[in-house]
């Protein structure tokens, strides 16, 4: 027999749930706006960064991948974290991204 909650329960679980969730958004909306401004740069960082966004695949899967954790991905992510060349090379395979690098003397003939 399926034991049902009192509606009143009910209603006041939803409520702590909504509060929680308020309490978190203004983390989360800096969180993200963060990840939008260090994903536009026009670094080596920003497309790689984008290159991981639109891969769609489930950041822990691209860290594991890239043998860090999914924490350090994110800072990285969020800019809060520099990575050394290493972590770069396995989040760029990870992503599947594949960099093609030109010089300024190629751009200019010499």
């Known amino acids: 027999m399926v034991q049902r909650k009192n509606p009143a329960e009910v ?6 749930e909504r509060r929680l969730i308020a309490e978190e958004l203004p983390e989360l909306s800096e969180r993200d706006a963060r990840m939008q401004e260090c994903a536009a740069e026009d670094t080596l960082c920003g497309h790689l ?3 991981i ?3 769609r695949r489930p950041l822990a899967d691209v860290a594991g991948q890239a043998g860090i954790s999914t924490g350090v ?5 969020e800019g809060e974290r520099a990575l050394r060349s290493d972590v770069l ?16 003397d190629d751009a200019t003939g010499r």
């Open 53 to 55: 966004h639109r891969s």
């Open 73 to 77: 991905l994110c800072g990285f992510l």
């Open 11 to 16: 209603l006041s679980k939803l409520d702590r």
């Open 49 to 51: 960064r984008r290159a």
């Open 89 to 104: 090379d396995r989040l760029a395979q990870a992503a599947d991204v594949h960099i093609a690098l030109t010089s300024s």
